[in-house]
């Protein structure tokens, strides 16, 4: 029989990544990786599934919070490490790990990454960020113009006090952003090790420092080199159009990659829209309403009439209801519904990724009023997160 419990101590925690990395195919941490992982478990936040003694499934979460649309910021857990061993696989390890862990999480929001897109919809997570891979032929991206501000090369000793702090400082900018733990840290500062040739460089403005992106650049064949931007934030448009001069104008780069927001306007900086190729796109944020009505109530809503919208929630039976949403904000009501949606959809369109109409196209949501319930939901700016976990 499946028994759940929630892990306290390094032992099991270091057991929890063993049985994650080997339901990925990857072999039991080695001191070293485990030195880089360790940061990451919080007492109480990693869960495991028990046969007897034996570990044979993982979840857990990082501490966070998420920016919504409107600019509220909610307390977030960010779901990692899931995995059940391969000989216990399709017999419920997951759903009792999803089961316990929703419904013990007081954060009202969980986002995760997903292996696989048919794995999470069944426990309420709905798709509602995406990004694009994109490559600009660097030596036709010309940016015309002068810089405003400064950009400076920092040391590795440096960026690792100054980052974090200037990601704090700048704050979280657009729906899907979410803030970064202590742990994420040191395994960024660990992937930058990996290479020796990571490199940041940090833009100061008028007021101070302002923006940064960390990159590293390989050579693929001949003095052909590619730039892969890993991180890049930044608090101004002016913070933002100086570091994409710098990285434009490096020498012996022919290519640059990066993952972007759907709606991100670099194109426009270059004289010829042609030089940057989306090359994918692909599923980012994959969120989960934990609490609706608090999730509801958070974020703000766009000018039309109010729209009744009735949710259903199989897990988490508490969210079950119909709720009155309108410019003025959300209430919960006795009161024939316009639309009815799972709750995994109504994550899909809470930052603003997916539509009312798009869903009622392809019959996964019934009712009626869903032009009005687009133009509540909708979204200044396309949901994007930008930090990987
Ligand atoms: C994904 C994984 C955790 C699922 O665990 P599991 O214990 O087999 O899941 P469950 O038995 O609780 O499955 C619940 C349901 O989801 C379905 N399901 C589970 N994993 C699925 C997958 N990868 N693709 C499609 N359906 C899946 C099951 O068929 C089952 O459906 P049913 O209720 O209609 O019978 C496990 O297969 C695994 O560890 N995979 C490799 C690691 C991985 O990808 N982890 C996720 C990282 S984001």
Redesign the pocket.
């Known amino acids: 029989m499946t028994e759940i419990r929630v892990l306290n101590d390094e032992a099991q925690f270091r057991a929890h990544t063993s049985v994650f990395r080997r ?2 195919h990857w072999g039991p941490p080695t001191d070293e990786q485990w030195e880089v992982v360790r940061p990451s478990y919080e007492p109480g936040r990693a869960l495991a599934a028990f046969d007897g003694d034996e570990m044979i ?1 993982t979840t857990m979460s990082f501490g966070s919070s998420i920016l919504v649309p409107g600019g509220a910021v909610l307390p977030h857990a960010a779901i990692s490490r ?3 061993r391969a000989d216990y ?7 009792a790990l999803m089961r316990e862990q929703l419904s013990t999480m007081s954060d009202p929001i969980a986002t ?5 897109g ?2 999470y919809g ?1 426990f309420g997570y709905g798709l509602a960020g995406r990004w694009r891979w994109v490559e600009i032929d660097a030596k036709r991206a010309a940016i015309v113009g002068e810089m405003t501000g400064r950009v400076r090369m920092v040391d590795h000793d440096t960026a690792d006090k100054l980052l974090p702090e200037l990601h704090d400082a700048i704050g979280l900018a657009r729906p899907g952003n979410i803030s970064r733990w202590p742990g994420w840290w040191v395994r960024a500062r660990d992937r930058k090790g990996d290479a020796g040739n990571s490199v940041t460089v940090v833009h100061s403005g008028p007021n101070g420092d302002d923006g940064f992106l960390t990159y590293k650049v390989s050579e693929e064949k001949d003095f052909k080199h590619k730039m892969s931007i890993e991180d890049f934030v930044w608090a101004t448009p002016d913070a933002w159009r100086d570091l994409w001069m710098f990285v434009a104008r490096l020498d012996l780069v022919d290519t640059i990659e990066i993952d972007l927001s759907l709606d991100d306007p670099v194109s426009l900086l270059f004289d010829d829209p042609r030089v940057i190729v989306t090359k994918d796109l692909q599923d980012e944020i994959w969120l989960r309403l934990v609490d609706v009505p608090h999730a509801l109530q958070a974020r703000t809503y766009g000018v039309a009439e109010p729209v009744v919208i009735e949710v259903h929630d199989k897990l988490l039976p508490a969210n079950d209801g119909c709720y009155r949403v309108s410019p003025d904000g959300v209430e919960r009501v006795e009161a024939p519904a316009d639309l009815t949606i799972p709750v995994d959809l109504l994550g899909a369109v809470y930052l603003g990724d997916t539509t009312f109409s798009q869903l009622a196209a392809v019959k996964r949501i019934d009712g009626a009023r869903f032009d009005e319930a687009d133009a509540l939901f909708a979204v200044a700016q396309k949901p994007f997160c930008g930090t990987f976990f």
């Open positions: 339901a990925m499934g899931v995995g059940v696989t399709r017999r419920g390890v997951l759903t995760l990454r997903a292996s696989e048919r794995i069944r």
